[in-house]
T-cell receptor, first 114, second 112 residues
Framework: GNSVTQMEGPVTLSEEAFLTINCTYT??????LFWYVQYPGEGLQLLLK?????DKGSNKGFEATYRKETTSFHLEKGSVQVSDSAVYFC?????????????FGKGTKLSVIP | NAGVTQTPKFRVLKTGQSITLLCAQD?????MYWYRQDPGMGLRLIHY???????AKGEVPDGYNVSRLKKQNFLLGLESAAPSQTSVYFC???????????FGPGTRLTVT
């Protein structure tokens, strides 16, 4: 199946700092790619997605570009806020025709301090 | 719409006891999934279903059983709970033909 390598945390940033969380994956073909966010005590929420190569997904000021050449889907935000403190998961799908499972990275915990 | 809901939110069991966790979705999703989340391990897939009446094993199925008798419900059973099954359990649903998934709020299960 596919595998995903996600930047290990924890990451601590000051408010308004620039954020990058790296994610690379192995996959066959060009599947849709996802980032999920988990706020403390909650379930995972879909943050953004990109459905084909060179697509840019964006939401809540976060962006990620589907780079097929480097099989990467790095998450970025230009100016983080305290409310962005959460755990972020990169999730490419499992390979195989008819498979609709996701492979989750171990998660990167982000803490933003005022 | 409530989305994906899970019952119960918390439970403490003694070793050997049984429990059924309920996942319900009102999004008409074809696919449903059960995961467990443990510190440092990320999310691991226990079982999943690609439609009413169907189930399949995921990465860590041992010690769990599932049933999907109705499209909107996906039940996860532990017949004889063990301390190693202490975890947070998440259910998710997803539409037909996509890997996109929508998660419930989780059930925190402790087995003593």
């Amino acid at each position: 199946g596919n595998s995903v390598t996600q930047m290990e945390g924890p990451v601590t940033l000051s408010e308004e700092a620039f954020l990058t969380i790296n994610c690379t994956y192995t996959a066959t073909g060009y599947p849709s790619l996802f980032w999920y966010v988990q706020y403390p005590g909650e379930g995972l929420q879909l943050l953004l997605k990109a459905t084909k190569a060179d697509d840019k997904g964006s939401n809540k000021g976060f962006e990620a570009t589907y780079r097929k050449e480097t099989t990467s889907f790095h998450l970025e935000k230009g100016s983080v806020q305290v409310s962005d403190s959460a755990v972020y998961f990169c999730a490419p799908p499992e390979s195989g025709a008819g498979s609709y499972q996701l492979t989750f990275g171990k998660g990167t915990k982000l803490s933003v301090i005022p | 719409n409530a989305g994906v809901t899970q019952t119960p939110k918390f439970r403490v069991l003694k070793t050997g006891q049984s429990i059924t966790l309920l996942c319900a979705q009102d999004m008409n999703h074809e696919y449903m999934y059960w995961y467990r989340q443990d510190p440092g391990m990320g999310l691991r897939l226990i079982h999943y279903s690609v439609g009413e009446g169907t189930t399949a094993k995921g990465e860590v199925p041992d010690g769990y059983n599932v049933s999907r008798l109705k499209k909107q419900n996906f039940l996860l059973g532990l017949e004889s709970a063990a301390p190693s099954q202490t975890s947070v359990y998440f259910c998710a649903g997803g539409p037909l033909g996509t890997s996109e998934q929508y998660f419930g709020p989780g059930t925190r299960l402790t087995v003593t």
